[in-house]
């Protein structure tokens, strides 16, 4: 295998999860590059099912370094209860290796995600209340607390110090919130200090500099559609989920990156809020969501579901540098009917239309998707496992997506197991 990114191509959810556990088996090293805990992946090992946040899913494989990057944001209650199960499990932990450049989220991050969930209306992120949003602004205003800042006990007071009144200052005044005292920080960074040691990887550069000629795979999370330069801005997640982010967030240049797979599904799920014109409100967008089980891994939220929208796919492959895809969930719509996959937005204002992603999003409620329906293949197909046996109907709408995306489909997922996977030559 070469060196691989995992991208999601839409909103998140596209199933990234079963895709890096299948493609982890072949790498030395697997990454995580940006996002925190919001991320919900879902892995299926030897019959037992795993929920993970953050570590990334190659921990459930013996001798694969796992590696938190710089480009992470971490909540320390949501990492300590996740190693804490999967010690209890039996997993073993100790290839665990967590950057000191990762950004810690502090409670009062948490308070002001959660206040402006609760508080804005119009325009509301619904975000997963992670203090994802809030981390990430800390870190760009240059006042956040890094994990590698736990080491050191002078320089933490010396940072503290200089954070803590601006903080408060903001806190208070701009959000009425409860502020904190030193002597209550200085007591949660020992509580944290104890959390991460075990995992903090000081020697980072050597770790990576003695593994670059093995196989690593940057997994993702979240999507291109949440990536807070590309996505739906400002419903988007405050990191780069793009193909980019794999360098930036891992310390491993681009010239590392070999191929970049964006995850999709046959249609398309989101969670929270934002625009989404291939969304359906109906008995369709039901069907979808039930056969598809689409609630959230992280917050349990039903997913609002729609049609394949191949705009989207087209901008995504763009943006993210996609060498192929890998598309998954198509057994859903085995008792379909009819399938549609959007090829074009209609502006309802003016009739413009739009090939490209229009990227103003509050537009976005004026426009209309256009279709073209695809027959059904009506049979099951969760237990095809070669390219030729799919039924030609399937066939055919794999190919109308990689003509209209303009990429190749490298892996179909016909179900949650691993061996419900095709490989495409
Ligand atoms: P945040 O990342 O918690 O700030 O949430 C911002 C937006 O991203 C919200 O619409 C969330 O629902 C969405 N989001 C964040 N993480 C994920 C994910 O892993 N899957 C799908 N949506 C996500």
Known sequence: MK???????????????????????????????QGGCNAGHTVVYKGETFKLH?????????????????????????????????????????????SPLATITMPY?????????????????????????????????????????????????????????????????VYGLKEYSKEELLELFKK?????????????????RTNKDKTILFEGAQGVMLDIDYGTYPFVTSSNPIGGGASTGSGYGPAMIDEVIGVTKAYITRVGEGPFVTELSDETGDKI???????????????RCGWFDSVIARYAALVSGLTSIALTKIDVFDDFD??????????????????????????H??????????????????????????????????????ELTGTPISIISVGPDREQTIFVN
């Open 3 to 33: 060196n691989t990114v995992v991208v999601g191509a839409q909103w998140g959810d596209e199933g990234k999860a079963k895709i890096t556990d299948l493609l982890a088996q072949k790498a030395d090293m697997i990454i995580r590059y």
């Open 54 to 98: 953050l570590v990334p899913s190659g921990i459930l494989y013996e001798n694969k370094i796992c590696f938190i990057g710089a480009g992470t944001v971490i909540l320390p209650e949501s990492f300590e209860q996740e190693t804490n199960e999967l010690k209890s499990r039996g997993v073993d932990l100790s290839n665990l290796k967590l």
């Open 109 to 173: 991050n948490t308070d002001v995600d959660g206040w402006a969930e609760d508080t804005v209306k119009k325009g509301k992120i619904g975000s997963t209340r992670k203090g994802i949003g809030q981390t990430y602004t800390d870190k760009m205003a240059r006042c956040a607390f890094k994990v590698g800042d736990l080491i050191n006990e002078e320089t933490l007071l010396e940072k503290t110090d200089i954070i803590l009144p601006l903080k408060n200052k903001i806190l208070k005044e």
């Open 192 to 208: 944290y200090k104890k959390i991460f040691e075990p995992y903090i990887c000081e020697n980072w550069q050597e770790m990576l």
């Open 289 to 303: 969501r039930e056969v598809g089980h689409e609630y959230g891994t992280t917050t349990g939220r039903p997913r």
């Open 338 to 363: 009819e399938i549609k996959i959007c090829t074009a937005y209609r502006d309802n204002l003016n009739g413009k239309i739009y090939k490209d992603y229009p990227t103003n999003v509050f537009m």
């Open 365 to 402: 409620k004026y426009l209309e998707p256009i279709y073209e329906t695809h027959a059904g293949w009506k049979s099951d197909i969760s237990n095809i496992r070669t390219y030729e046996d799919l039924p030609e109907n399937c066939k055919k709408y794999l190919k109308r997506i990689e």
